[in-house]
């Protein structure tokens, strides 16, 4: 691990009412979304994925996207993203003054038509029209490559094939990519060698990864890219999340817990750490469950305890 290397500085990027709302058993009040996205935009992330732009009928609880957009409090220096599956989407999230959009394919044919309802290819064809209708706007357009690291159909996704979809993308004039691990196939072994390739092929190419901690290798993972170049991250308040069309899918990278690392290592994120854990205690009585995070349970590791009573000398 070369530590001297790693970026001065690691974007954080909060998909908590995006991903981590889509597959709750429960609707979180649209007033609620709006109060939490306008907390997280204190916080100092660089990013707020804030909603979907899909099907209610494919992700009831995110019918309120356009009330959500309109009405939380922009943040200047904060991007407001929202993901979209097809033109439609992007035509209202553009309407809602989206700043990003977030254009999301499987690389996986399965995972896609099980997802999107569509084949990857029909999925590109979209996002080419979805450049069209975004021209001449201030709006930038991320591709997201779900599945990047391995599909819960199909198994492993080669290599080549995520590279050339990246490619794809470029050629049609999207800004900025994710490698989205969507249900924690991802290990860092992996991960350093995607991470790396794409740096050979596409250069300074903006990439965020996008860890779900399923199997627990969440923070691992992030740790592997950040030596092979990364620096951009997207993560879940709580650790909440997960993708409702893939079987066993669990919760993002828990945002509180890869910050307190990242403090920890003294890697700078300009993220606030006190108001982030504070948000994320709330979340319980919010979405009336536990959340997996843990430095919310366990406080931060400088978080000391008053020594035994017992040990005091009498
Ligand atoms: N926003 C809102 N409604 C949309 C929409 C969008 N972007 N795109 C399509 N719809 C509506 C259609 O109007 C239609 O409504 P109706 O049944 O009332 O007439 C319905 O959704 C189905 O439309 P159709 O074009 O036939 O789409 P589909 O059923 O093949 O589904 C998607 C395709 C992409 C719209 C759907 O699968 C989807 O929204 N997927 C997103 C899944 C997701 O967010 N996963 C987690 C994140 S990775
Ligand atoms: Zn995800």
Known sequence: MNWEAFPPRVHIQEVVTRDGLQIEPRFLPTADKIALIDALSQTGVSKIEVTSFVSPKAVPNLADAREVARAITRRPGVTYVALVPNLRGAQEALDAGMNELNLVLSVSETHNLANMRMTPAQSLAGFRAIVEAARGTQTTLNGSIATAFGCPFEGAQPEPKVLE??????????????LADTTGMANPRQVAHLVAAVRRQFGALPLTLHFHNTRGMGLANVLAALDAGADRFDASLGGLGGCPFAPGATGNISTEDLVH?????GVYSGVDL???LERARALPSLIGHDIPGQVAKAGRSGDLHP???RLAAS
Not at 165 to 178: C, P
Not at 261 to 265: G, I, S
């Open 165 to 178: 979809m990246i490619e794809n993308f470029l050629n049609i004039g999207l800004h900025s990519v994710t």
């Open 261 to 265: 690392m990242l403090d920890e290592m």
């Open 274 to 276: 006190a108001r982030l």
């Open 307 to 309: 020594a035994p009573t």
